[in-house]
């Protein structure tokens, strides 16, 4: 079955230091996800992508955050610098991309990139 | 901006007893998706409503969307230790923009 890639799978980080966070969704899948999840919490989006553009992005914190998806596959996702409240699973999901008003197309999670900033 | 609410945030259940897990969203919905999120692991889809006052059942478990659109529930009879995990619901606002916004979820385990 095919799946969300993401990498890495842990990064560790001191604070004011650079990270990138990469995630390759489901072939065909337009639509692209970036959502932060911190511990006991449920997901919260960040981002997202419809093909290469950005549908949403009204909770990234632009100051430090950035998001690209430059041919409309892959997405890296920064932060510089890292702060340590920004400590939490980072979330990449995806679907197919056929949005119809009125409802949501399921999400296929991958497997997170778990950050610790120190 | 929406909030969606579930309770309890935490549930200890004796194997084989039943479970219920209750959504509340502050506005409205157009649709609501329960995820499962395993320990270690992601979300994984469960299910989608979309009818005020639906119900879906999957094997043990039952899904209910309430008749304001407003609130969900999820029921899972008799527990099995496979059930362990945390137990999302997610909402979707029909403000012409189609985001979903994910409780706060429900943790579940199992006493053998």
């Known amino acids: 079955e095919a799946e969300v890639a993401q990498s890495p799978r842990y990064k560790i980080t001191e604070k004011s230091q650079a990270v990138a966070f990469w995630c390759d969704p489901i072939?065909?899948?337009?639509?692209l996800y970036w959502y932060r999840q911190i511990l006991g919490q449920g997901p919260e989006l960040l981002v997202q992508?419809?093909?290469?553009?950005?549908?949403?992005d009204s909770q990234l914190p632009k100051d430090r955050f950035s998001a690209e998806r430059l041919k409309g596959v892959d997405s890296t996702l920064k932060i510089q610098p890292a702060e340590l409240g920004d400590s939490a699973m980072y979330l990449c999901?995806?679907?197919?991309?056929?949005?119809?008003?009125?409802?949501?197309?399921?999400?296929?999670f991958g497997s997170g990139t778990q950050l610790s900033v120190l | 901006g929406q909030q969606v609410m579930q309770i309890p945030q935490y549930q200890h259940v004796q194997e084989g007893e039943d479970f219920t897990t209750y959504c509340n969203s502050s506005?409205?919905?157009?649709?609501i998706q329960w995820y499962k999120q395993r320990p270690g692991g992601h979300p994984v889809f469960l299910i989608q409503?979309?009818?005020?006052?639906e119900v879906k059942k999957q094997k043990r478990l039952t899904f209910q969307f309430g008749e304001a659109k407003k609130n969900s529930s999820l029921h899972i009879t008799a527990t099995q230790t496979t059930d362990v995990g945390t137990y999302f619901c997610?909402?979707?606002?029909?403000?012409?923009?189609?985001?979903?916004?994910f409780g706060t979820g429900t943790r579940l385990t199992i006493i053998p």
């Open positions: 999901a995806s679907s197919l991309g056929a949005i119809v008003r009125g409802t949501n197309e399921k999400l296929f």
């Open positions: 072939s065909g899948h337009a639509t």
């Open positions: 992508f419809q093909d290469e553009s950005v549908v949403d």
């Open positions: 506005t409205t919905l157009s649709n």
């Open positions: 409503l979309v009818k005020s006052g």
């Open positions: 997610a909402g979707g606002a029909n403000f012409g923009n189609e985001k979903l916004t």
